[in-house]
Structure formats: C-alpha cells, structure tokens
C-alpha cells in the first residue's frame, strides 16, 4: 500500500504557483488562484493529520527507491500535525494578504512565491532525509529572502542584509554538520543514521556534527545567542509577510531540532544540557527584549525569541511531560504568532504607524474589534484558560517533576515579562488616548476601505483566533495527541521500524 | 591529495570566515560564497576519494565487483551548487539595490533597523 | 561589445550552441549531461548573442520573454513527476517505455523531467542575467 497522499501537502501548492505564474501580470486572477490553493492544500493536509493522528507512520519512497537509498517522505504524528497547522496559517495569511498586498508587489509574484514558501514548509515537515530537509530549508529561506525584500524598501533591504547573511550561514553550518556525519556513518536517511549512531565508537566527532547542527537550527529558530537578526528584519516586511515568518519560519528550526536530535543526539548529557541553558537564557532575553520596545511588531518579534526558549527548554529535559507542553507550545505559538502579527497590521492600517505612542484608543473606536484583539493577544501570554496556560503548565511540571529550579524561574519570569509586554501594548494601543500626527494620519487607510474589504482583512484573524480558542478547549485532547508525539519521539525505535522495517 | 584538499578546505573556511566579519557588504558576500564552496568540498573529501567507475551493475551479472565511486556525495554536491548558484544570484542583486538604496557599502551605517 | 567578428561568430554560435544544448540534454540520463547543464549552455547561447548585438535584438529574437520559460518547464516537470501516481506508484517513479526510440534513446518520465528543468533553468538564468544588465 503507497501513502500516496502523503505527497499532497507538497504538491498542490506547487501546483497553484504554477497555475498562478501563467497569469503572471494579472494580479487579481492571483489572488483567487493563491485563496484556492492554500484551501485545498489545508484540505490534504489534514487529510494527512487525521491519518497520522491514530498512531501510525506512514513512509512514501519518491521515485521507488526503498530506504535508506531513496528519498524518502516520511508521516508521523507530529509532522501530521504541523504540516495541517502550516497550512492553516498559510491560508489565513494568503486570505490577508489577498486584501493588503498591493498590486505593485503582487506584479513582482507575491502569490507564488508564498506558495513555494508553504511547498517547504510542508516539505520539510514531512522529509525523512537529512539531505532531503537542507533543500526544502533551501526552497524555505530563497522564497522568504525575496518576500522580505519585496518592495525593496529602505528598512527593509538594511533587515534583508541581516536576514539573508545570517541564514545563509546558517545553511553552510547545516552542510558540514551534514557532512561530517556522512563522512562518519555513510547516511542521510534519519532512520538509518539512528541506528548506527548508537554503534558508532566516533562519539567526540558525531558530537561536533551534532553542535553544527545546533548552531545550524539555533540560527534559524533565534535561539540565544543567535537571534540578533530577527528584531532587526521580522518588522520591516508588509504585516502578511511578518505574520507566516513569525508564525512558521522560526518553528521549521524548532521542528528540525525535535526531529533530529530526539532521533540522533539526545542521549548525550552534555547536548542536553547546552540545550536548556541556552533554552533559558533565550527565554529571559527574548522576553527582557519586549520590555523596551516601542514598535508593536518588534515587541512581538522579541516574544518569539522568548518563547523558543520554551520549546527548546522542552527538548532539553526531555522527559514525557516535558515534550507535550514543549509540543503543545509549538502548536499554540504557530497561531498566536501568525495571529499576533497579522493584529499588528490591522492596528497599522487603523492608525498609519507601528508605533506605540502613535496609536492609542482602538477600544473607544472599535470595541468589538478590540475584543477579538485581547483574546488574541492574551492567548500569547498565556491567561487561563486561553491556548498559551496550558502548556506553560505541562512544561512547569516537567521542570518541577525534573527539579529544575532555574528553568522553573525561567519559564515564571518569561511569563511575567511576556504578560507586562502585551499589557504595555494593551494599555498604549486600546486605552491611552491617540496622539495624532498629521503625517502618520495619511498612511492610516482603514476608513477609506468598504465593507468588503474589512471583512477580508478580518477574517483571517477571526479564524485564527477561533483555532486558539480551540486548542484551549480541547486542551485535553491536544494533550494527549501531544502525548502521542512524545511517546513516539522518545523512542526511535518506532520511527526506524516504519522506515526501515527490519526483515 | 586528500592531505591537499582538507589544507584548501581550511583555507576557504577561514577566509571566508575572516571575510563575512568585514564591514563591507561585497566582502560579505565573497565570503559566504567561499563558505559555500569550502562546504562542497567537504562533502566531496568526506564521500571518500577514490577512483571508480559508475555504480551501474551491468545487465549480465548481480552485484557490482569492480571500485566504484560513491554516487551520493556527488549527487549531493551538484544539489548544492545548484541551489547556491541562485542564492548567491539573489544575494549580489540585494547587495546592489541596497547599496543604491542606502548609498553605502558599509554595514555599520546599516542599523537604522536596529533602532528602538 | 561591438566588433565585428563576434557579430558574426555569434550569428553562427548561436544555432549550434542551442543544437549542443539539446544533445546534453538528451544523453543526459546514463552519461555526464542533463537539463541543468543543457540549459545553462543554451543561456549562454542567448546571453552570446546578446553581448554581440545588444539585449534588444536578442529579446527581439526570443519573441518571448525568458521568464515565461519557468512555468512551462516547471509544469512539464511537475506532470512527468505526478504521471507515475496513475499508476500507483510513487510520485516520480521512473517509467520507461520498452522499444528505444532511434535520436533520443529510451524515453521515460525521467526525459521529460530534465526536459522541465531545461526549461526553467533557461528561463531562470536569463531572466536573472537580462535584469542584472537592465539595470545600468
């Protein structure tokens, strides 16, 4: 039996960006074309995700080519889940941005790009292959390069220069951490270089690999100390683009450092608890960062760095408690972020600025609006019994049953720090009174925009907010497919045996 | 040759490395371009050396008898310098629009981004 | 550039070049060759040209702009990719005919995939290359 429908989630948005690059001038038949392709991608993905949900792992071989010689797609419960997860954001932000990405940029293919964008996503999610998962980061980082550049705006070619060095070194430090480990065990195949790890005598140079890989993925998720390029490039972008960047990119790392460190380095005490210290101390950075913000979206890409560290922290300890909150984060944090960046705009086309002290008195304004922003914005911080409280609370007892102290200290200062950010942003942008200033009142174009329109922009928000109030209802069920995923993270095994079945 | 090509390996990786810490953009970009290269390299040395034929079993027998060369690491390389073909194409484009956006070459007068 | 012998040469070069670039296409399966490389020669053919008799006349000469080469090879690759799965084997299985065809050999889905990828990688490299010398 062929899991033919594994390959689905990959193919359809490349699909779409054909289609969509024949009407390469005409960016209103894009528009719709780009609305379609994300749904039906959603549509396949969770086909995936209902499937992998049950337990199983499902193995496609492109090309025929058994494993470990063939590229090989591989579905398990947490690739399910994320590849239906990306999807989702990715149809939200294609809703927004069909609504605010203009015409200029949309003439320089905005929409297909954004679609190559979800084919690495999901690519990388379901790749079994370590070789396999560098290129869909490569198909992941050359279209995000050329939708933070768009536009080709002053900020946002100073952000692009950090963004595009530092993730460019980021991939060559992955291809030698890639190639020291073939050199050493003679695979790609994640399965197959499980197993011979633990019959390697080389255990010092298979942990230098394992620190490139480290430092590799660390980049790319913004772990402590390598996160100086997000702040600097995550707010220059239209508000769709920061929203799928922050939302995903970030968590492609987070997700590659799961995969390949639950099926390939754990075991080593001292990548464990390099893990967590560096988990910490991006949890307080990220999060002291917030605090002395004034432009809304570099508070929030500041939240990012500070709660990576909550997912790294989770992967560090390693014990079961410890990866269902760490998983049930990433879950949480993929809608919060895409949802929190996306508020971000709407603030900015109500008021013309993305600064604090320009903005002020949306609840006056808008009180139904503001609402639907605070249980957003609060589901980020992790209220009870919003989406964020309950995996801070499985973390909490992971560390507490662990008898962590500092990464209790940790995760409580983060939380506190995140909860007086999101307050600062609640207390300038809705309450205080707004400063209006006549040219930052020209760029506000909210009340120029017909019903239509607003309905457009809203949606995706609306959307996005109900799925976080779902994962905070259904909390116990998202519980327990979580635990599903650390028990099959926490023993190889199970992964190798679906690869590679031994005979 | 294998003592030759890890000393050349060495070298690209530090002059690449002394080069991305330079202030000016173009440096920076020769210098993720040798990065680049030093990292195809590695893969090669590491795939093993030897001069072999093409893995293809002939019709008439089972397995393979002759030395082969190990297809991989070359499959792997070409991937490599493929797609580093269109990233360094896109990098000297953005190193273009941004030195006539900003009017310098230097990074440190890059951080207006950087600013609170 | 603007001397007459490459004028001329380049008149010349270019039909060969491009007959060269189809011929790596073709061997390319078992033997060194291939799409990525067919068509990086077949760029160079374009760009040759257009170095002798300026960017105009060779844009002139493609009809087409080189950007609309992407698609089209992308959607070549992408159904000789998805054709085996209507045989219900995995996403690009490569399907060979039996009898081998006299000029081109043995067809197969594999064919028509570098065929794609030639394609884009003209279309790409020329895009990337007419815009760098657009832009004075």
Do not use: C
């Not at chain 1, 980082?141 to 963004?163: D, H, P």
């Not at chain 1, 050493?184 to 195949?189: A, P, T």
């Not at chain 1, 120029?448 to 457009?456: A, F, V």
């Amino acid at each position: 039996m062929i899991s033919h429908f594994l390959i689905w989630p990959i193919l359809l948005p490349l699909l779409s960006a054909i289609v969509m690059m024949f009407f390469w001038s005409k960016p209103r038949e894009q528009r719709v074309i780009s609305v379609v392709g994300h749904f039906f991608t959603l549509i396949s993905a969770i086909f995936v995700a209902t499937r992998t949900m049950k337990g199983d792992i499902y193995t496609l071989f492109a090309g025929n080519w058994e494993a470990p010689y063939g590229i090989v797609f591989v579905g398990d419960a947490l690739s399910g889940a994320l590849v239906a997860l990306a999807s989702f954001s990715a149809l939200a932000v294609s809703i927004f941005s069909a609504g605010s990405i203009g015409n200029g940029r949309a003439s320089f293919g905005f929409f297909p790009i954004l679609q190559f964008l979800l084919m690495g996503l999901n690519g990388s999610f379901l790749a079994g292959d370590l070789f396999n998962l560098y290129v869909w980061f490569e198909v992941i980082i050359i279209s995000s390069f050329v939708l933070i550049t768009l536009g080709s705006e002053k900020a946002q070619l100073e952000g692009a220069m950090k963004y595009v060095t530092m993730n460019l070194l980021a991939s060559i430090i992955f291809l030698t951490g890639i190639a020291m480990l073939y050199g050493l065990l003679g695979s790609l195949n994640l399965a197959d270089l499980s197993r011979r790890i633990a019959e390697s005598p080389d255990i010092g140079l298979i942990n230098t690999a394992a620190v490139l890989l480290l430092v590799g993925f660390g980049i790319k998720s913004a772990l402590f100390p390598m996160y100086f390029w997000l702040p600097a490039s995550y707010h220059t972008p239209p508000a769709a683009v920061s929203a799928i960047f922050g939302g995903l990119l970030t968590k492609v790392g987070v997700y590659a450092m799961f995969r390949v460190f639950s099926l390939l380095f754990i075991d080593d005490p001292f990548i464990r608890k390099t893990i967590i210290i560096l988990a910490i101390l991006s949890m307080i950075a990220g999060a002291l960062g917030a605090m002395v913000q004034e432009n809304i979206r570099k508070i929030f890409s500041y939240l990012i760095i500070s709660h990576i560290g909550f997912m790294f922290a989770g992967l560090g300890l390693f014990t079961e408690l410890a990866i269902i909150g760490a998983i049930f984060y990433l879950f949480h944090d993929i809608i919060a972020k895409t949802n929190a960046f996306l508020i971000s705009g709407i603030i900015y086309k109500i008021r013309g600025s993305f600064r604090l002290e320009n903005i002020g008195g949306l609840y006056n304004q808008f009180p139904y609006v503001s609402i639907l922003f605070a249980l957003a914005l609060f589901s980020l911080v992790g209220t009870p019994p919003l989406s964020g409280f309950w995996p801070k609370l499985y973390l909490l007892q992971g560390a507490f049953a662990d008898l962590n102290a500092w990464m209790m200290f940790g995760i409580l200062l983060a939380s506190l720090l995140t909860l007086l950010a999101v307050v600062k942003i609640w207390i300038a942008a809705f309450w205080k009174k707004p400063q209006v200033r006549k040219e930052i009142q020209e760029r506000a174009v909210w009340h120029t925009l017909d019903q239509q329109h607003k309905i457009i922009l809203l949606t995706p928000i609306i959307m996005l907010t109900l799925a976080s109030l779902l994962l905070a209802f259904y909390s116990s069920e998202v519980g327990s497919l979580a635990a599903l995923i650390a028990q099959q993270l926490s023993d190889p095994r199970i992964y190798i045996e679906a690869v590679i079945p031994t005979p | 040759m294998e003592i030759l090509l890890a000393v050349t390996i060495g070298l690209l990786y530090a002059a690449g490395i002394f080069l991305i810490l330079r202030r000016s953009m173009v440096r920076l970009i020769i210098g993720l371009i040798l990065l680049g290269n030093g990292a195809n390299l590695l893969i090669f040395l590491l795939g093993r050396i030897s001069k072999g034929k093409p893995p293809i079993i002939p019709e008439d027998s089972k397995v393979f008898t002759d030395l082969y060369a190990d297809p991989i690491p070359q499959a792997l390389i070409l991937t490599a310098i493929v797609i580093s073909f269109g990233l360094q194409a896109y990098a000297i484009i953005l190193v273009k629009r941004a030195y006539r956006v900003t009017k310098t070459d230097d990074l440190e007068e890059m951080i207006t981004t950087d600013e609170l | 550039m603007n001397t007459i012998i490459l004028k001329t040469a380049s008149k010349y070069l270019l039909p060969l070049l491009l007959l060269f670039s189809v011929f790596i296409l073709l061997r390319g399966h078992y033997l060194p060759g291939g799409g990525f490389v067919g068509g990086l020669v077949a760029a160079i053919a374009f760009v040759l040209h257009a170095f002798a008799n300026g960017l105009p006349e060779t844009q002139r000469l493609m009809r087409i702009h080189p950007g609309f080469l992407m698609p089209v090879g992308l959607a070549i690759a992408f159904l000789s990719g998805i054709f085996p799965m209507l045989f219900d084997l995995p996403f690009m299985t490569g399907m060979w005919k039996k009898d081998p065809i006299p000029v081109i050999g043995s067809l197969g889905s594999a064919l028509f995939f570098d065929i794609g990828v030639y394609l884009v990688v003209i279309g790409s490299s020329l895009t990337i290359l007419f815009t760098i010398s657009e832009t004075k």
